[in-house]
Nanobody
Framework: EVQLVESGGGAAQAGGSLILSCSYS????????MGWFRQEPGKEREGVAA???????SYADSVKDRFTISKDNAKNILYLQMNSLKSEDTGMYYC????????????????????????WGQGTLVTVSS
């Protein structure tokens, strides 16, 4: 079964850190790009970070140098390490998977919403207070 399950969201103070995890099916192992997008009510959906099968990564300008995406193929877990959190990082964070070769492609596709994606999770809430 194709499945993505996020965990690790919660509350944090501005300047703090959180790490999100996404457990994924081995189906996605070597032909899919994987990433994170976020959505806050009243705001545009934003592709946050993506990683391709070769380990290439892409980031939104708003999180560059603060967030790091990585994956552990042995454990089938995708991570998003979030440092120097800001209040504007608040939102629902979704794990996503897309058949692609370049992480930058997934970063762009995630902006279009879940219907443009091959798979996505149920989301995990991140709340950053200042």
């Amino acid at each position: 079964e194709v499945q993505l399950v996020e965990s690790g969201g919660g509350a944090a103070q501005a300047g703090g850190s959180l790490i999100l995890s996404c457990s994924y099916s081995s189906y996605f192992y070597n032909k899919y790009c994987m990433g994170w997008f976020r959505q806050e009510p009243g705001k545009e959906r934003e592709g946050v970070a993506a990683i391709d099968a070769d380990g290439g990564t892409s980031y939104a300008d708003s999180v560059k140098d603060r967030f790091t995406i990585s994956k552990d193929n042995a454990k089938n877990i995708l991570y998003l390490q979030m440092n120097s959190l800001k209040s504007e990082d608040t939102g629902m964070y979704y794990c996503a998977a897309q058949f692609c070769h370049e992480s930058s492609y997934l970063l762009d596709v995630m902006r279009k919403g879940p219907n443009a994606l091959d798979a996505w999770g149920q989301g995990t809430l991140v709340t950053v207070s200042s």
